[in-house]
């Protein structure tokens, strides 16, 4: 079965930085466009940034300049790389999946950015 296993969150002081990972199993990671959304506190779950299976990649403008998203296709594994954080970034950030048979999502893996 599909199974997205994000790790990397954590607590960081503004302007830090962290680096969240995504292991995917069950899918032809190659040939996914892999996701990252956040979801804050009462608020609605939003799209982050995207990676094509041809490594092209789209970002949110609120965090453009700021945050990479990559990929390692001989790990099953996507990346985002997130600097200069500000507390507004505070959330869970999910990865996500688009297949024939649905969407899948991670459990998420919580960022909280404070002094």
């Known amino acids: 079965q599909v199974q997205l296993v994000e790790s990397g969150g954590g607590l960081v002081q503004p302007g830090g930085s962290l680096t969240l990972s995504c292991a995917a199993s069950?899918?032809?990671?190659?040939?996914?466009?892999m996701k990252w959304f956040r979801q804050a506190p009462e608020k609605q779950r939003e799209w982050v940034a995207t990676i094509t299976s041809g490594g092209s990649s789209n970002y949110r403008g609120s965090v453009k300049g700021r945050f990479t998203i990559s990929r390692d296709n001989a790990e099953n594994t996507v990346y985002l790389q997130m600097n200069s954080l500000k507390p507004e970034d505070t959330a869970v950030y999910y990865c996500?999946?688009?297949?024939?048979?649905?969407?899948?999502w991670g459990q998420g893996t919580q960022v909280t950015v404070s002094s």
């Open positions: 069950g899918i032809k990671f190659g040939i996914s466009a």
């Open positions: 996500n999946v688009d297949t024939i048979a649905g969407a899948y």
